[in-house]
């Protein structure tokens, strides 16, 4: 058991690359004729199916974050981290039903237009400059950083910064050629990543049966995880209590239990995937149908997710505790890698190959919506108005370039203190507190006409404030009990608030904000959004997927509640 790599390794590994490399030359190649196409490059107008949108929405979510930190919690909570993955199951369900209908009806193609067309211009480009700073400087950087790491230790070599630059390279070629061969590439990036996630889990299943005695077969070594582990197959954290310990109460922390679904992960998968460019941004160029079947696809996929991303971490839990795995060096975060180890000949390099596929594709769509929001929603309205598309083609692959940049040059020495933090917090950290402004804003805009402009200044404002209070101020300036919520030990000498109930007050609160700022307009603001019931209404065969896939979230939460 090592995590050296050998010649069968590099070859799978190679093959994957070529594969990739190939098939995106050849997406660019037929797109040739309309190279200079703006709306071509970024959003693809009008070529993608409905399952090249689900495969790209899932290829651009999932990256090193998700594989090393999911598992990580995995291994911490147990299965309760799943929620993420099917409860934005459902969040894909709204999106699709609720919020692409608005957006295309109006012609929207980034989230920057939509506060400009919805609130006024000032709003847009506040926000713009905010997305751009978040995506460079927060997802960008951690995500590069992470994928570094994790593949840096796969290795068992020393090569951080040549795979760094590698990975910033492979995402650069696929993201110069534009969103149809961001998408397309997506889909087999998302194959190996869901086959390799796959057959990782398997072996680790098989080695739990075979080293706990009863046969190198995954299902028994997925009954042993139940038997060995069964408070890691509870859904429901429990509200801690006098006799907690200090562990129980971390647990609730991280996941507080019921309280986590009356806001906090709402609030977290809604403005991910229905407020978020580098989420959206695949469905936006599409026709009504389209965008909602692949949003719905991608919602079905994301319910294979906790298998590859977080069994892994219960399994290194019940391992690890068992005695099995010495291998496991730092914490939680070293799960899955640990598992990696594993593996036979050949399955690491699939493995390499699964984990590099989703760090590039969450690379290329990330710096393609870095693209789009500098190029359509700044230089094109500020810099240089009725630039020819020609132009502003070239503006956007510059972008890219700048983008990619700045992220190695602020990950070469980790300037930003990822490692220091671990990727998984850093992002939920930097998009968390601003996560219920940002929401709160795009929901009332959407679907209330009486909401202003100034109101939704005032939100984004209010939201991130509120955000710091509660994480970081209201436990020592109101007490660790009132009516809003309870603080907790966390272990080191202080209390907090779960991050997901400072999440729900906060938009709450910011929600009263921008609703009595409004009441002071006009009963319908001039630049509210017409609708009507028709722009709702589903096929049968959407309604079919969507039945199909709550029945089974259903399932999955009677099974493990």
Not at 136 to 161: E, K, M, P, Q, R
Not at 442 to 450: E, N, Q, S, T
Request: proline share 3%; with cysteine; aromatic share 14%.
């Amino acid at each position: 058991m090592n995590n050296s790599l050998v010649t069968t390794d590099y070859v799978v590994f190679i093959i994957y690359f070529l594969v990739v490399a190939g098939y995106g030359y050849y997406i660019y190649h037929q797109r040739k004729k309309n190279e200079h196409d703006a709306k071509a490059f970024f959003l693809a107008e009008g070529t993608l199916t409905w399952w090249a949108i689900g495969a790209s929405l899932i290829a651009s979510n999932i990256s090193a974050e998700q594989f090393i930190g999911m598992s990580g919690e995995g291994f911490f909570l147990g299965i309760a981290v799943a929620a993420y993955e099917w409860i934005a199951a459902i969040a894909l369900i709204i999106v699709a039903v609720w919020f692409i209908p608005v957006y295309l009806k109006n012609k929207i193609y980034t989230m920057p237009q939509f506060l400009k067309t919805r609130y006024n211009e000032s709003v847009a480009l506040i926000m713009a400059i905010f997305w751009l700073f978040l995506y460079v400087f927060v997802n960008l950087t951690s995500i590069l950083y992470l994928g570094a790491v994790a593949i840096n230790g796969l290795t068992g070599g020393d090569y951080l910064h040549v795979i760094m630059i590698g990975l910033a390279v492979f995402a650069l070629i696929i993201s110069l050629g534009g969103m149809k061969v961001v998408a397309y590439t997506d889909v087999i990036q998302v194959a190996v990543l869901i086959f390799g996630g796959l057959v990782t889990t398997y072996i680790a299943l098989t080695v739990v049966g075979e080293k706990f005695g009863v046969g190198a077969n995954a299902i028994a070594g997925f009954n042993v995880l139940m038997e060995h582990a069964p408070e890691h197959f509870k859904m429901i954290i429990p509200k801690p209590t006098v006799e907690s310990t200090q562990n129980e109460i971390s647990k609730y922390l991280t996941f507080p239990g019921l309280a986590s679904y009356v806001a906090g992960i709402w609030i977290i998968n809604l403005n991910y995937w229905g407020c978020n460019q580098y989420i959206t941004q695949r469905a936006l160029g599409a026709d009504l149908q389209t965008a909602r079947t692949g949003i719905l696809f991608a919602g079905f996929l994301k319910l294979l997710m906790p298998l590859i991303v977080m069994l892994p971490g219960i399994a290194a839990y019940v391992l690890y505790k068992g005695g099995h795995l010495p291998q496991l060096i730092g914490g939680k975060d070293g799960a899955y890698s640990a598992v990696l180890t594993f593996l036979p000949t050949g399955l690491k390099g699939l493995s390499v190959a699964a984990l590099t596929a989703a760090i590039v594709a969450s690379l290329a769509g990330k710096v393609n919506s870095i693209s789009t929001i500098f190029t359509l929603d700044i230089y094109s309205r500020y810099f240089k108005k009725g630039t020819e598309e020609k132009k502003l083609v070239l503006v956007g692959r510059t972008t890219v370039f700048v983008g990619m940049s700045l992220a190695v040059l602020f990950t070469w020495n980790d300037l930003l203190g990822i490692g220091g933090e671990g990727g998984f917090t850093f992002i939920q950290k930097y998009t968390g507190f601003i996560s219920p402004g940002v929401f709160a804003m795009f929901i009332l805009g959407m679907f209330w006409k009486r909401t202003t402009g100034a109101a939704a200044v005032a939100g984004v404002l209010a939201g991130f404030l509120l955000s710091v209070f509660f994480n970081e101020m209201a436990p020592r300036l109101m007490g660790n009990e009132t009516w809003l919520y309870t603080a907790y030990p966390n272990g080191s000498g202080a209390y907090e608030i779960p991050f997901h109930i400072c999440m729900g007050l906060s938009f709450a609160f910011t929600m009263l904000i921008m609703i009595g700022m409004s009441m002071a307009g006009p009963k319908i603001n001039p630049k509210a959004f017409e609708l009507d019931k028709s722009m709702f209404k589903v096929a049968p065969s959407t309604m079919a997927l969507i039945v199909v896939t709550l029945l089974i979230i259903g399932a999955l939460y009677v099974k493990f509640w």
